[in-house]
């Protein structure tokens, strides 16, 4: 099997340590979304939901540790929206130029780069993980050992597909851009109703229709989905809300996320072989 | 038999309506350097784009190193190293980095990338930079380091576009001195460049393209020669007899009378210089000073091109 996509990682992640500022910020931020956004609001939130009753066995989640799954989300949706933006630069600093002329097939660049969109969202989500810890997020609650070992995979696996995704949709951007400054304002326009219109802060539920629908068509929605599955369990309340997760959702979130890192990679094959450097 | 590492036929590339080459033809011989020379925006950097597989063929046939363009690029891709005209280099990386990621990228075995790595870096000299960061380094730094990249691989054919274009005239020299040092070590160069006396100094053999044709291949001092218009100057004691002499002389050219010389336009000067003097003397006319100079590849390509434009007009009247 031909490796040198590790190649295109190994560069991305030397950089990724290197630029001490990029390391510095994307690590903190996920933190800070945490500690500012995440305490002010759950101080609110969890004095204003009235207690409502609830079933024998069900447990209440706090707004602090069902938020933690958003600003997981958050962090992996800004890092690999972002990270597309190394390809517009190599294309532009005319770095591209010696990938494209060597034999390393077009689609290793994509991979490589998809490896390293990974590992950087795995180091993020650790870090929201022990930070979380810290301030009181609780996951894995009531789950066995042997639950929190299979929901770690689940995690792993959704991970995975979503960072993916991102980063094949960002790298298809990206290579269509001609100006980075172009790049980084659609990007950050793209990320608002990735964000906002999911489940990742509030339910979905009581949303208006219009932001209901792309609510649904969003694979930010289904990843969330998957992360509280794995890291809530199937039943719980929060928010007011009563959550319950079934395998059937459990394995629709997964094959739509599937769905997603499969048409962004063709698109983004298919954008990337017709690359041309003049 | 003459070996060619590189063979193009009728090689065209349009970009929407330009044609930016416009159906060249030549060969580069193996073990040579061939310098592909012409003003900015004559088709060479979209030929050297052509030729290392960065845009794709659309007419015309091109062999490198024995493999067809069409059906074995990735074959051609592994025997080519490239030094690209702009900086194409990761500052964020060091020189030795951006030597293993360039391996890497070939799928160069590890003891083989290391070993090339070290010998590349001590022949470019930069040993000492070796751990420093590309955007510390200087522009003819940058130029060795991206030369020492493109042979990496131990390419047959190294193309070089305009491998010295923004430097000193110091880094130029030493770029130069690489160059030839890489040829005789077997490597054929194809070189474009739109500085002549980079041509003149490198290459024997030159092809000079202007809006996407060929105007004049062949070596150096064949094109020269193919001019015929060696410039003799000369100062006697007495201009007026001298002129009417060498007037009769078949041999000559043209002459022309300045207030303090002759131009004396002839060819073949070297030959017959020594007989122009003989003949001089002979009449007892002294000579103050002589000397004679030869055609340059500047005399060339204004030679070349203005035949070229004038061609271009006759074909617009007549239309």
Redesign the interface.
Known sequence: M???F??IF??DM??FF??KAMLFTSLIQPALWLALYGISMSSNFDSIIPKIPINQGVIQVNYLTFMAAGVISLTILFTCLYSGITLQFDKE???M????????PRSHILIGLSLSGIAKSLIQTFIILVFGYVLGVRFFNTFSLMETIFSVLGILLFILLFAIGLLFLSSTIALRLKTHEGLQGVITLLSLPLFFASNALYPITSLPLAIKIISYGNPVSYFIQGLRYFTLGSNFYSFGNYYQYSSFDVLFALLFLLGFAISTYLFALRTIKKV??? | MVAYEITVEGLKYQYGKIKAVNDISFKVIKGEIFSFLGPNGAGK??TI?VL?????IQKGKISISGFDLRTQP?EI??SIG?V?Q?????W??TVE?TLE??G????IPKKTRKDRINELIQIVKLEEKRDEFVKNLSGGMKRKLEIA?GLLTRPKVLFLDEPTIGLDPNSRMRIWNYIKKVNKEGVTIFLTTHYMDEADQLSNNICIIDRGKIIANGFSEVLKQSLGMDVIYLQTDQDEKTFKIIKKMKEIKNIRKTPSELMISVEDGQKNMPRLIEQIRTQGIEIKSIYLKKPTLDDVFIHYTGRYFREEKKKKINI
């Open positions: 031909r490796t040198e590790l190649t190994w560069r030397l950089k290197r630029i600093f005319g770095l130029k010696e990938m494209l002329a060597s034999p390393l041309k450097i003049v | 950097t979209t784009n290392t597989t960065l845009l794709p990735d891709r592994k490239i690209f702009n900086e194409t280099l990761d964020n990386l980095e990621f360039h890497r990228l070939y799928a990249r």
